[in-house]
């Protein structure tokens, strides 16, 4: 049709446009163009396979599986004349392994791919644009013809369910929502502290005990939960292995490959409850909890042969249940000081010229890699297996950020990005106010959405090893399916994109467009998702002595409406159009306005105190954590303080002092300086032990006013915020230097006991 043509339709007869909405494919793909009409899958129309008809078989299954599902149609897989879906496996270069083509036209519906991968993707795609449940109304697929392959290999999304067990149905649900978006690796998380979850025949205790515990949660980081006395173990649970075949069978028909993690040598408490002489100690555990597991073992022994014993005649039977080419051996976190003072560890240790711990630990995952190779296996390991020495062929899958990957992928190994921001889904997704409990965190919709897994450190060359990216689900604060349900929805949708559709398409307004539909989808079948992050974000920026304030709402269609004298916000206040400059001490109070309507529960909020270093530049003689950075490199004088939590707001610095100076900008009058500090006993973060406050005129020569000794105790274990002020006579300065010495060696009765503490600032005040 001529534009012409066109727009004249399009004046006259505009329900001919809203015949030809968009299609909305989540991940988008790679091309897609949008025909005239529709083909209608009804009574009469019929599967064809062509090329591959045995190996697309299952394929077929499922399509007439899911149009049975929401029709009642029963397609017959045959070549009988009239209307078809025809699948057919061709050689076509472009589409890769995973690729497909679809073309569908008023009379015909086609996919063609390399593989019966390609050809799921594509019914994938075609089931994306009808209802998602049972309907009366017409199924029209859109006419359309798209070309679509995936820009990664790994597009994955794990689940831990060891520290809360989802039963078989809940994890085929979610493999299947996985494969609804085209993400195709599963990262079984079956074995953790307090839950083993695998049937192994040859030890029938790993289900008999290690999958059951006490029935208390498990927050290891708020709550230390133990047994009372004479408790059973009834809570847990475990796949048989006639389960676990059936949820691999279910999950290749959708192109989901699945990678069981066998965590060791440590994170295996459940283990050692069933097997305790597996463990340094031999000593019998008590019953499992969920939380604290600092006094019990839960780590092998790796200078104990029957340890591998053990291990192998379990892989024995996990490579029999599972054909993926990948076993995770998890390897993270791993509390080694018990191997120092083990006989057998260090007699291992000699025999072997291992010259500490993380050289036992590599040992120990060399050892299972050497016996997984002999049964064509390659093994996975957290990025801490990169410390004492990398096991020759391993892929590193880098949670602990992305220097771990970073580091693999230029020794040459292959490497999966899940650092924990932005792709830990167990951490919030919006609020906190208003969202269930979560571990803590903010990796909203849009922050998965704008992550790219290669980073900018690797050469094309390293970045080949980059396999792809994936989000990691731990439970210890998810209970049930439902919760799993909202932890992943929609982010795994964000997450679909982001390691599938190419990068230079990747548009967050569309993808919000095409997530409404999503969204219906969900409503209709009762899945439990976030609705939304309504939270303004609040980022202060300071320079050159001017602090301004930018404000940002991800929410679709969203508009920011703020206060600055404490009064709650609201869809008649200021209206945000540009960064707010502060020059006076305020509390801003921001909302998410949508159609006229504030969005969620509470207003951001943020108080700014002004001072006569707001706005200042900061030098450190000591780097700041790069974890650590608050809002940016001169967050100790944007004018925000702190609050109880670690993760924003607060300079860090790991095992040093800081110094910090303060150039003012020209000589002020000042009488007052103040440090702010945090203390956070389980998080290694103590006060300083001393600070000293000075002055200069040229920066050179500096004159100490006063150093003020630390106050608070070293065993207080709540959260403890502290200010150390300096009060002097007024005098002309045009420099501050404040030094805050940190704790080089942590209390006795802290499980860092000798090692340096963290010393956390978060503005230095100057009056
Ligand atoms: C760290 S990520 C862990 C898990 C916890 C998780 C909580 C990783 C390899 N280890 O054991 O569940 O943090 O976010």
């Keep these: 049709m001529t534009k012409k043509i066109t727009l004249l339709l399009t004046l006259f007869f505009p329900f001919l446009v809203l015949a030809q909405q968009p299609v909305s494919i989540i991940p988008q793909p790679v091309s897609l163009q949008r025909n005239e009409g529709h083909f209608v899958i009804d009574g009469h129309t019929s599967i064809h396979l062509g090329n ?88 029209q697929v859109p006419a359309m013809t798209i070309t679509d392959y995936p820009r990664f290999t790994w597009r994955g999304m794990h689940l831990d369910v060891s520290r809360h067990f989802f039963s078989p149905d809940a994890v085929k649900q979610y493999i299947d929502l ?37 029935d208390h949660t498990d927050k290891p980081w708020d709550a230390r939960p133990q047994a009372k006395p004479g408790e059973e173990p009834t809570y847990g649970g475990y796949y048989t292995q006639e389960q676990i075949k059936d949820i691999v069978a279910y999950a290749a028909q959708r192109n989901v490959t699945i990678v069981p993690e066998i965590e060791m040598p440590g994170h295996v408490a459940s283990a050692i409850a069933a097997y ?127 220097s771990g990957g970073i580091e693999a992928a230029k020794m040459g190994h292959d490497v999966i990005m899940t650092p924990g921001s932005p792709v830990y889904f167990d951490h919030y997704q919006a609020g906190p106010e208003g969202e269930p ?12 959405y704008d992550y790219e897994p290669i980073p900018k450190e690797l050469t094309a060359e390293e970045a080949k090893h980059v396999l792809g990216a994936q989000a990691n689900v731990w439970a210890e604060y998810i209970t049930t399916a439902s919760q799993v349900e909202y ?64 404000l940002f709402t991800e929410a679709m269609n969203g508009e920011v409406y703020y206060t600055l004298d404490g009064s709650e916000p609201t869809a008649q206040s200021i209206k945000y159009e540009q960064p707010i400059r502060i020059d006076s001490s305020v509390v801003l109070k921001a909302v998410t306005v949508v159609n006229g309507k504030v969005m969620g529960l509470k207003p951001a909020e943020q108080s700014f105190s002004m001072h006569q270093a707001v706005g200042r530049e900061v030098k450190y003689d000591n780097p700041v954590s790069k974890h650590y950075m608050a809002d940016g490199p001169n967050s100790l004088t944007d004018g925000v303080r702190g609050r109880h939590a670690v993760g924003k707001y607060w300079h860090g610095f790991s095992g040093r002092d800081m110094i910090a100076t ?54 207080a274990q709540e959260a403890t915020m502290h200010d150390f002020k300096a009060a002097f006579p007024e005098q002309k300065a045009k420099y501050v230097r404040v030094t805050a010495y940190h704790l080089t060696s942590l209390p006795e009765g802290h499980n860092g006991v000798g090692k340096p503490a963290w010393l956390f600032a978060d503005e230095i005040v100057v009056r």
């Design 52 to 139: 591959g008809k045995k190996e697309l078989k299952p394929a077929a299954e499922f399509l007439a599986a899911r149009i049975k599902e929401i029709s009642g149609y029963d397609l017959p897989v045959k070549n009988r004349k009239g209307k078809a879906i025809k699948l057919s496996l061709e050689s076509i270069n472009s589409l890769g392994a995973e690729g497909y083509q679809l073309q569908v036209t008023p009379s015909e519906i086609s996919i063609k791919a390399n593989s019966k991968a390609g050809i799921v993707y594509g019914i994938q795609s075609v089931l994306q644009t009808l209802p998602a449940v049972r309907t009366n109304a017409a199924l």
């Design 178 to 214: 996985m494969a609804t978006y085209k993400l195709n690796r599963f990262h079984w998380h079956l074995i953790d502290d307090p839950g083993w979850r695998i049937e192994i025949k040859k030890y029938p205790k790993l289900t008999d005990v290690a999958a059951w515990r006490v």
């Design 276 to 402: 305790p002489h597996l463990s340094c100690s031999g000593k019998a555990q008590l019953p499992l909890t969920g939380g604290d597991y600092t006094n019990m073992s839960s780590n092998y022994c790796p200078g104990n042969e029957e340890v591998f014993t053990f291990l192998e005649d379990v892989l024995d039977e996990v490579v029999a249940l599972f054909p993926g080419q990948y076993v995770h051996i998890g390897g993270d976190e791993v509390d080694k000081s018990g191997w120092e003072k083990c006989p057998k560890c260090q007699k291992r240790m000699a025999d072997e010229g291992l010259k500490n711990v993380e050289e036992l630990q590599s040992y120990f995952i060399k050892r299972i890699e050497n016996y997984l190779q002999t049964k064509n296996r390659r093994i996975i390991g957290w990025d801490e297996i990169l410390e004492g020495g990398l096991a020759p062929q391993a892929t590193v899958m880098s949670w602990r950020g992305e």
């Design 437 to 448: 409990l979560a571990i803590g965190g903010f990796n909203t919709l849009k922050k998965v």
């Design 487 to 550: 932890m992943v929805l929609p982010r795994m949708l964000a997450l679909a994109e982001v390691v599938w559709s190419p990068k230079e398409s990747r548009d967050w307004a569309s993808f919000n467009q095409r997530l409404q539909p999503q969204f219906k989808a969900f409503d209709q079948k009762a899945l439990n998702y976030s609705k939304g992050n309504f939270t303004v974000d609040i980022k202060p920026s300071s320079e050159g002595g001017k602090l301004l304030v930018t």
């Design 662 to 715: 303060i150039d003012l900008g020209e000589a002020k009058s000042i009488s007052n300086i103040t440090l702010g500090c945090l203390q956070h006993y389980r998080d290694w973060i103590m006060m300083p032990t001393a600070v000293k406050f000075e002055v200069s005129t040229d920066g050179k020569n500096f004159k100490e006013v006063k150093t003020v000794k630390n106050p608070i105790s070293l065993n």
